[in-house]
């Protein structure tokens, strides 16, 4: 389809002739992935999509209050968190599994387990996904913030989500190569992490609900575990896969990266309450703590990967790096951002303000999907075994994305300093400050606009891709199935 | 830190693995094949970042230390302390007395000591003192009232001091505040003086001048009924 020269190669050296066989086995594990992961990873996308175009009506209505308000359906409280919950259940919770689930795959040298019920889980995910985005425009959201959909969609929700996850368990167990590398780590601790977190907070918000101010602790402790326990788990998975492979050499230190393993599931999830939140203080002050103690992990991490590509130049023009090498650094962005407003003295000015936006925004756009773009391409075309169908749409992909993230978070971070500042000082009134961030805001629903043509030229990408791969692999031969073996596949081509 | 079982074979097959990286094919499926699984390698964590990570827990502890409001679920954002927010909020009846008793209680420090514990030999104790705990205070209001001289016993001890008239320099209330002070402080455990309480004393003892010209002795003392 298309024979312009991909820029999406990663390795480069001589070829040793005993890797006949490991290389076909590669290609087994891969097409083993084949089916569930282009379904997970085109669903992920298409809520991508839908949750940009969600987002950016909300991130109009702030500067344009009249906009589209004769649809109640359509009012910013419920297309806000529809958007949220949207890109997080949507696009973040099956590109994460998509990706988790070929990192399991090829770290253990295990193909594939359990594709069918893979499948089944997606679509029932699917499902639950869409009755609660319906759900929140429809009014019945809980009103917790990331639980807003109905608590009639979370059992479904939790259903096939283990569905899922328990197959990537079965992989990891029947894994061949027994030496564990750090992605591992991250990946089992993140897909035991998401059970607990929102079975916990389902319980005890929508189910049998704790009474007044606990219900704001338990809110505020989910959002942050979300991101911190779950989020940053698996973008740091693909980040270690992909940083020494990258770079062409091995990680400096496993020691080092389980410092910051168990640095980071011992204090990960002990913030999300903000200073002057209305609860005791004692609660607010161990959040702040845990948060101060979160550089830790960030040091480990940082260190390891500076120390590991050193010297080292990244590969030349190659998508996937750009996009990994971007989510890292605003990784650290992010986690210094959130870090820096926990405390009391910044947290005073940034509170509820659009700064919180900001770095949530810079938290799922910015660091988790870019990492997880750059991931999908580089394993979608080694799962289809098609190259990329158009190098521009990939270009433009990341040109979008990088420039519309910056916009977007530089003017909600920076029109959330000046709302606090403003609102924080007594001589001006309170609607003069709100609305001298208009301009801010105006600049965020740029970023948007941008972010969201970025993400639809990924969309096209993946479903010319999907074709790309149909044409090739089910129409060209006798349909074989996926994953028949090396050497069907391997016909295939 | 994870234990490293397979330490030897594993870095054995990672000095291997550059050779196997291969070169980029000419065709998509060629080159998905040669990719190479990261692996780690086993150098030491840094010294200074555990020491760091002590220094933060030392630091951490200290923040809450200062900074929880001492773990109390009372105590929220705006006060850093229960004891703050105890004397944000007005006071009312006894406690109001208590106090306005601490703080007036500086006075009688000067003898029986900030601790109620007096000084051995010279003053007789508070904490714990049977006349300071009799449950009708019609002999204590008196004491301060008028002043005292000669022996007494408190605590199995007997004490031979003599203890100034503040009944002219204090007014009713303000002996009121004290005494309910001292029979709540450092373990005691008595019923509060009200000042009409004094007030009913000072009716009583009219004839008696309050200068301190005829402080009381044991004998008159014991005089005074104290039966409920």
Redesign the interface.
């Known amino acids: 389809m298309n024979t312009q020269p991909?820029a999406l190669?990663?390795?480069?050296?001589?070829?040793?002739g005993d890797?006949a066989a490991?290389?076909?086995r590669?290609?087994q594990i891969?097409r083993s992935c084949r089916l569930p992961l282009m379904f997970l990873i085109a669903c992920s996308l298409v809520w991508l999509v839908a949750g940009g175009f969600l987002s950016l009506i909300s991130s109009i209505k702030l500067h344009a209050p009249g906009f589209l308000s004769q649809s109640s359906w359509l009012t910013y409280g419920r297309v806000y968190p529809a958007a949220m919950n949207a890109l997080w259940y949507g696009f973040a919770f099956q590109g994460a599994m998509a990706v988790a689930l070929w990192l399991m795959c090829?770290?253990g040298?295990a193909e594939l387990m359990g594709g069918k019920g893979i499948l089944l889980g997606a679509f029932f995910w699917n499902v639950a996904v869409k009755l609660g985005v319906l759900g929140i425009l429809a009014g019945a959201s809980t009103g917790h913030s990331m639980l807003e959909m109905p608590g009639y969609v979370s059992p479904l929700l939790f259903v096939s989500y283990c569905l899922m996850g328990v197959w990537a368990l079965v992989t990891f167990h029947f894994r061949q190569?027994?030496?564990?590398?750090?992605?591992q780590w991250y990946l089992v601790g993140a897909l035991f992490c998401f059970p607990w977190i929102f079975t916990a907070a389902q319980l005890l918000l929508v189910f049998h609900p704790v009474r007044g101010t606990l219900q704001a602790v338990v809110s505020g402790w989910y959002g942050h575990a979300l991101i911190t326990l779950w989020a940053v788990p698996i973008g740091l998975a693909v980040l270690?896969?992909f940083i020494?492979?990258l770079f062409?050499r091995?990680?400096?230190?496993?020691?080092?990266?389980?410092?910051g393993f168990w640095?980071l599931a011992a204090f990960g999830g002990w913030g999300g309450m903000h200073?002057?939140?209305?609860?005791?203080?004692?609660i607010?002050?161990?959040s702040?703590?845990g948060g101060?103690?979160m550089?830790?992990p960030l040091?480990?991490v940082a260190?390891n990967w500076h120390?590991t590509a050193r010297g080292a130049k990244g590969p030349e023009n190659n998508q996937v790096f750009r996009f990994v090498q971007f989510g890292a650094i605003a990784f650290f962005a992010a986690s210094l951002l959130d870090i820096g407003g926990s405390f009391r003295v910044i947290g005073e000015v940034t509170d509820l303000t659009v700064f919180t936006t900001g770095v949530k925004a810079l938290y799922l756009y910015g660091f988790f999907g870019m990492t997880i773009a750059g991931a999908i391409y580089y394993l979608a075309?080694?799962i289809t075994?098609?190259?990329w169908p158009s190098d521009q749409l990939a270009k433009l992909h990341y040109l979008g994305s990088v420039v519309g993230i910056l916009v977007l978070v530089l003017g909600l971070v920076a029109g959330g300093i000046l709302q606090g500042v403003r609102i924080n000082n007594p001589e001006i009134p309170f609607v003069e400050a709100i609305r001298s961030t208009i301009p801010f805001l105006g600049l965020s629903t740029l970023g948007g606009l941008l972010l969201l043509a970025a993400n639809l030229a990924f969309l096209v990408n993946v479903i010319r891709l999907l074709a790309l791969c149909c044409c090739t692999n089910c129409f060209a031969s006798n349909r074989s199935p996926a994953g028949s073996g090396p050497a069907a596949a391997?016909a295939n081509? | 830190m994870k234990p490293d079982r397979k330490k030897k074979q594993h870095s054995s097959r990672e000095s291997r693995q550059p050779e196997r990286k291969t070169k980029r094919g000419s065709g998509g499926d060629q080159r998905m094949a040669q990719d190479v699984e990261p692996s780690a390698g086993s150098e030491i964590t840094p010294v200074w970042l555990f020491v760091l990570m002590g220094l933060m827990l030392y630091g951490g502890m200290l923040y809450l230390n200062s900074y929880a409001g001492g773990f109390n679920p009372k105590v929220y954002e705006a006060f850093t302390s229960y004891k703050l927010v105890e004397n944000a909020n007005p006071k009312s009846g006894p406690e109001m007395l208590i106090a306005k008793g601490e703080s007036l209680y500086m006075v009688c420090a000067a003898c029986h000591q900030v601790n109620g514990m007096g000084v051995a030999l010279q003053f007789p104790p508070l904490a714990g003192s049977e006349w300071v705990n009799e449950p009708n205070p019609a002999r204590l209001i008196r004491i301060p009232l008028h002043g005292m001289n000669g022996p007494i016993k408190v605590k199995d001890q007997d004490w031979n001091a003599s203890m100034a008239a503040l009944g002219a320099a204090l007014s009713s209330e303000d002996i009121a505040a004290i005494l309910s002070y001292i029979r709540q402080a450092w373990g005691n455990n008595a019923p509060p003086v009200s000042p009409a309480d004094v007030d009913a004393v000072k009716e009583d003892t009219k004839s008696r001048p309050m200068d301190g010209s005829r402080p009381w002795l044991i004998d008159d003392l014991m005089k005074v009924p104290v039966a409920p």
């Not at chain 1, 190669?9 to 040793?16: E, I, K, L, Q, R």
């Not at chain 1, 190569?177 to 992605?183: A, F, H, P, T």
């Open positions: 991909s190669a990663n390795s480069a050296g001589p070829v040793s890797s490991a290389k076909s590669v290609l891969d090829r770290l040298r190569e027994r030496q564990l590398y750090v992605s270690f896969y020494p492979k062409g091995q990680l400096h230190s496993r020691h080092l990266a389980a410092f640095t200073a002057g939140a209305p609860v005791p203080r004692w607010s002050s161990v702040i703590a101060m103690m550089i830790l040091i480990a260190l120390l075309p080694k075994g098609c190259d391997g081509l």
